[in-house]
């Protein structure tokens, strides 16, 4: 007993001492703590404050610290889902409640110290992981809210990983923030059936997504966004063109309701990829080419479903339109020597508009006739211009010209089938397209091989024109003086092509125009398979045996031709 004195004595000794150091270590470190806190704003004493101060006690970010703090506020969550279900206050108010207490965590994620990246990272997806099932549970098992409330619940959250992202410079929690938004808004679209309010979420999230791309900040999520709007949009085109019947628990929407997620989506990407590319100089990348592709077909589908009556003419006047704006910008990009991508990219958008609307709005009788000043335009002007890329696009418009008028099947019937009367009106306007434009392409100068291949495509159009019409004129006389059968007519194509073949060669050999060279030698090739494919099929011995003579002269013949000069 006595002592116990002495033993009191010395631990309340100790536990001065323990006292005095845990003072110290506090005057050492706290200075640090409340200037983070306090350069972060946060009000001492609260949640945030707390978080914050203790991140700077540990710049590493203690792993285990971090984790404790994420699962205290799960536990948070729970206690409020506990209270609702317990109805200590009106369900809607708790809903409220756990909202803000979400958004609480994404903005102490946004406003932790430059060095606590883990802290950060940890916040963030704490702060998607309370909102998430919380939202789900909201929509799908109490539907507390209706849809538009709960997509604007999930607007808000992206706005406010939006926000603090931008003025802390926080791209984690922006990343983590469109990753959450994305998934959420897709999912509960599809689960809810109310596709319309959480797609303009993701619309609005893309949009964002955009203008940190260009702004050059962030770029990691815009994929994985875009990609949830493509689906959600395509699901409400797939939805709403189904029959009435299979659809008749999702709500009724309008014609401007349907035509206008595709379209702000569209204009959306079709801006921002000609700001990048136009105004920021920059190389068009390969998601960008992509996107505004799938949004326009997407847009597109949209009209011709949804639309008017008369939405094909529209849609064809839009993408005559939208040809001119991409002709203009390839202009511009090669005044400007700009990357061959980007030039390819819009070059190749304008020519596909430009057949596209010329076959939608253009009548039928006319169509042909607007390709074919089409071409010519784009051949001239490429020739004067040296620009071989225009001169592609003429050949494109003269293809599409013939396949509108009727020369291709005209060209199969007369030299391969019985001849099926006179050709269509705008077959020979086609042929003479084609003579003209194999003019344009600078004769004068050697020609690189782009430009030898052209001059053979528009060379080959002619001259199967003009053997075509040949050859029925051949047979038309011959009618004169007795009804041909097949083999009559295989003869004639086989004189034909033969004499055709010949003067091809002649030519180029004269002229020193190694393309006609190359389609005389094909005309040859052709007569050879016609021997056997139509000649000999026949039977008729005398006939095969002129066919084969008439052959065997243009063989010995067109080597010899080929070295006139």
């Not at 000794?13 to 050492?28: F, G, H, I, Q, T």
């Not at 003419?313 to 980007?342: E, F, H, S």
């Not at 071409?375 to 293809?399: D, M, N, P, Q, S």
Request: net charge positive; hydrophobic share 60%; charged share 15%.
């Amino acid at each position: 007993m006595n002592d116990l004195p002495e033993a009191i004595d010395q631990l309340v000794r100790r536990m001065d001492a323990l006292e005095s150091r845990v003072e110290d270590l506090e005057r050492s470190v706290s200075p640090h703590g409340s200037r983070a806190a306090s350069q972060a704003g946060a009000p001492p004493g609260t949640l945030e404050a707390v978080l914050l101060e203790g991140d700077a006690l540990a710049p590493a970010g203690s792993i285990f610290s971090v984790l404790g703090k994420a699962l205290l506020g799960i536990a948070g969550a729970y206690l409020l889902r506990a209270a609702a279900e317990a109805s200590l206050a009106p369900r809607p108010l708790m809903a409220i409640l756990g909202i803000a207490y979400a958004l609480l965590w994404l903005v102490v994620a946004a406003r932790a110290p430059v060095e606590a990246r883990l802290a950060r990272a940890v916040y963030a997806a704490n702060s998607a992981v309370i909102l998430a099932p919380m939202l789900w549970e909201l929509a799908i098992r109490f539907k507390v809210f209706p849809a538009p409330a709960i997509a604007a619940a999930i607007a808000a959250f992206e706005l406010t990983a939006f926000f603090a992202a931008v003025k802390s410079h926080r791209a984690v929690v922006l990343q983590i923030g469109n990753t959450a938004v994305a998934v959420l808004g897709l999912a509960l679209a599809i689960a809810t059936h109310a596709t319309l309010p959480f797609l303009a979420v993701l619309i609005l999230a893309a949009a964002l997504c955009e203008y940190r791309s260009v702004a050059g900040t962030e770029r990691s999520a815009r994929i994985f966004m875009a990609l949830s709007a493509d689906l959600a949009l395509w699901l409400l085109i797939y939805i709403y063109s189904s029959p009435q019947g299979t659809r008749a628990d999702y709500p009724a929407l309008g014609t401007v309701a349907l035509l206008a997620p595709g379209a702000v989506l569209f204009l959306l990407y079709a801006s921002m990829t000609a700001f990048k590319v136009l105004i920021k100089a920059q190389k068009i990348a390969v998601f960008d080419t992509a996107q505004t592709t799938i949004t326009f077909l997407l847009a597109t589908v949209a009209l011709i479903e949804f639309g008017p009556a008369s939405s094909k003419v529209v849609l064809g006047v839009v993408c005559l339109v939208l040809a001119g704006a991409c002709y203009a910008a390839t202009l511009m990009l090669l005044r400007r020597d700009a990357p061959w991508r980007n030039i390819m990219v819009f070059s190749t958008w304008s020519g596909a508009l430009i057949l596209a609307g010329s076959f939608l709005s253009f009548p039928e009788a006319w169509t042909a006739a607007w390709l074919c000043l089409a071409a010519l335009t784009g051949v001239v002007a490429g020739a004067r211009y040296k620009r071989v890329i225009l001169e592609f696009h003429g050949a494109a418009f003269l293809i599409a010209a013939a396949m509108a008028s009727g020369l291709v099947r005209y060209l199969g019937h007369s030299l391969f089938e019985v001849p099926a009367g006179l050709p269509g009106g705008m077959v020979l306007p086609v042929a003479a397209c084609a003579a003209i434009c194999y003019l344009a392409i600078g004769l004068d100068r050697p020609a690189p091989w782009q430009q030898q291949a052209l001059r053979l495509l528009f060379g080959a159009l002619a001259v199967s024109t003009f053997s075509a019409l040949l050859a029925q004129g051949l047979a038309a006389m011959v009618e004169l003086e007795m009804v041909p059968a097949g083999h009559h007519l295989a003869f004639i194509r086989t004189l034909t092509l033969c004499a055709v073949s010949l003067a091809l060669v002649f030519a180029g050999a004269r002229l020193r125009r190694p393309e006609l060279n190359w389609l005389g030698y094909a005309g040859i090739a052709l007569t050879a398979v016609k021997l056997i494919v139509e000649d000999l099929r026949h039977g008729h011995l005398e006939y095969v045996a002129a066919s084969i003579f008439l052959f065997a002269l243009t063989l010995i013949a067109a080597p010899r031709l080929a070295r006139v000069r």
